[in-house]
């Protein structure tokens, strides 16, 4: 077969990049491929300026049962050209750790450090996938930050009989493509480096890329169409549809639960309940398994299954009760699927769904410690595929409003005249901000004393007594905390420097980024509310205050509100910040208005000895 390579000469090398780390001099894959089979071609050509760019000399490769690893060279070479040092396939490590404790998956890994620089790293890799294609290798030279990319090119050819589509994501004018009868030739030239900025899209969202797919395909035995999500389901739907038997036992363990429930939703707590009292979670992706779930049958007996395997097991459960469910696919990280442009490696997580008379109740069953019906911020706005035998549809799961995500504090603070206080503080967290929180509240009793304390960011404290449960059946967890501060305020002769809302004296502060190229990406919206009364020792009385201040824009809200009622001060503040995406440019006014936020929180009262 013969291979199409860019080919660049060593003694050019010297003269490109100087001011970046690493540069990518050349990225380019080769696909052959047949309705059941696959092979690539890869190479790369690395320039290492410094001991900075040093991790681009390391390399790595995901193999399975059907993918495999049929050759490998490394080459390092010196400015002048000559050779270094050789790697070849027999130096490689491999490592058989994977995200589940049961699956297929292998690495291959090339551990190198330069030990003088520049240096240029060749690798050249031949990999084979026979009888498992579903999809094939995609396009995206640019895989780490701060490491551009001089060209990088993509041919796949393809018989004609079984077209290859395409999609491309962020390319602009940066992609050339040329597509023919029998093969689709994709390259880029001088794409830029991407850099960590604060407030931005996680990488594999920002890059460039090219994904690709076959109409038709085999794999394992099944044979399926993708070139519509309605076909992609179907063949989906062939992998679950016999897989839902209940052993007698637990048929009638659904029954006792359920058959004397007045509605569906009492039906589908105790089943959820069931699920989480009963199965544990465990990644399982051998062979077809890494997209067929495991027998419902076979959860039942081993108690333990991954995400397909629970999600079908409470699909099971919940139609042996009589109530209609749904098996579904959706992704954890994108939040759409390519609407045009089916294909399996969008989606990488299945959680079950029940048809209500106003809305779907969603199930994530790998955690049924979720409050029953919770979305959480790994799935909540993405879209989904429900599997049916009518085929696959597309759905967005709902999005709690930035308000809905509430934690509403209340503070006590009995302050001394040595600066000491006794702080209480009951405290309410709701939807995301209780999904933040419930790790604390499952720790034990020190990490939650060490976590909270952090948090509240009282001084020389410790808390005398700690209380947090979750409301029953709700996104909601309740704090109430008693605590001691010997150093709450700063004494200075006669005057008492006061701290006035204790939750946010480590608000941070955002610095300025003259040369933003991303989009300003809030993920999360939430909304604080605080409300801190102060009561201050006798004999004291209050020599200056805060103004009241707001603040409304596009990114966040603020009011504060700071009176005196006695020897009591009162301190009201009220932020909402919104979630959304905005231009490059609106960076540094989110800059400008965070910081304002933030030297407001560490306003402090003023209170002098009578």
């Known amino acids: 077969m013969k291979r199409i390579f860019l080919t660049i000469s060593i003694c050019l090398l010297a003269s490109m990049a100087q001011a970046q780390h690493a540069v ?9 491929t047949t309705l059941n089979s696959a092979t690539w071609y890869g190479k790369k050509v690395v320039l290492i300026n410094d001991a900075k760019g040093k991790q681009q000399a390391s390399w790595s490769i995901s193999v399975d049962k059907n993918r495999k690893l049929k050759s490998f060279v490394a080459t390092v070479c010196d400015a002048s050209g000559k050779t270094l040092k050789k790697f070849k396939k027999g130096d490689l490590q491999m490592s058989e750790l994977s995200e589940g404790l049961s699956d297929d998956n292998r690495s291959f890994f090339l551990d190198y450090q330069p030990a003088t620089f520049p ?6 890799w031949t990999m084979e996938n026979d009888g ?45 493509l040329t597509q023919k009868s029998d093969y689709i030739k994709a390259e880029f030239h001088s794409l830029p480096a991407v850099s960590r900025e604060p407030y931005s899209l996680p990488p594999y969202q920002r890059v460039p890329k090219v994904c690709f797919a076959p109409d038709r395909f085999e794999y394992l ?45 009492e039906k589908i707590a105790r089943l959820y309940r ?37 999600s079908n097991y409470m699909v099971a459960l919940l139609r042996e009760a009589g109530v209609p469910a749904f098996y579904a696919a959706i992704s954890t990280k994108y939040s759409d699927l390519y609407k045009n442009f089916p294909s399996m490696n969008q989606m990488n997580h299945v959680i079950a769904g ?104 009282l001084p020389a404290a410790q808390i005398t007594s700690l209380k947090m449960n979750e409301e029953k059946g709700k996104p909601v967890i309740h704090t109430q905390l008693e605590a001691t501060s010997s150093r709450y305020a700063n004494v200075t002769g006669k005057r008492l420097f006061v701290t006035l809302n ?56 603020f009011a504060s509100d700071v009176s005196v009622v006695g020897q009591e001060i009162h301190v009201k503040h009220r932020l909402t910040v919104h979630s959304g995406t905005f231009p490059a440019k609106d960076y540094q006014e989110w800059v400008k208005v965070k910081n304002q936020i933030a030297q407001y929180y560490q306003k402090q009262a003023v209170i002098v000895k009578n």
């Open 24 to 32: 990518v001099i050349e990225d380019s894959t080769y696909v052959q």
């Open 274 to 310: 069931y699920l989480y009292d009963n199965t544990r979670y465990v990644s399982i992706q051998l062979g077809i398994g890494g997209y067929q779930p495991s027998m419902a049958s076979e959860v039942a007996s081993r108690g333990f299954g991954d995400c397909k395997g629970l």
């Open 502 to 557: 204790p939750l946010k004296t480590d608000f941070s502060t955002l610095s300025n980024a003259d040369k933003r190229t991303s989009d300003l990406t809030i993920d999360f919206g939430f909304q604080d509310m605080e409300d801190v009364t102060l009561v201050m020792p006798d004999g004291y009385q209050v020599e200056s205050l805060p103004a009241p201040w707001s603040l409304e824009t596009p990114y966040a809200s």
């Open 132 to 176: 498992a294609v579903i999809a094939y290798p995609m396009f995206c030279p640019v895989d780490a930050y701060d490491v551009p990319v001089r060209h990088a090119v993509y041919l796949i050819h393809f018989d004609t009989s079984n077209p290859c589509r395409y999609y491309a994501v962020n390319c602009d004018s940066l992609l050339t």
């Open 354 to 457: 029940v048809p209500m008379e106003k809305d779907t109740l969603w199930l994530e069953c790998t955690n049924a410690r979720y409050p029953l019906g919770y979305v959480h911020e790994d799935i909540a706005g993405h879209q989904a595929l429900i599997i049916s035998s009518e085929g696959g549809k597309v759905v967005r799961l709902p999005r709690y409003r930035d308000t809905d995500n509430l934690q509403r504090s209340q503070f006590l603070v009995q302050l001394q005249a040595n600066g000491s206080a006794q702080v209480k503080l009951d405290m309410e967290d709701t939807n995301r901000q209780y999904e933040n929180l419930l790790p604390v509240m499952e720790a034990d009793d020190k990490r939650k004393r060490q976590t909270l304390l952090h948090a509240v960011s």
């Open 221 to 265: 035995g099944t044979s399926g169409r993708m070139d519509t999500w309605e076909d992609f389901g179907k063949w989906q739907y062939g992998l679950i549809k016999d897989r839902m038997d209940l052993p007698a036992q637990v048929k009638a363990k659904v029954h006792e639960l359920t058959d004397a429930c007045a509605t569906p939703r």
């Open 119 to 124: 240096v240029t790293v060749t690798f050249e």
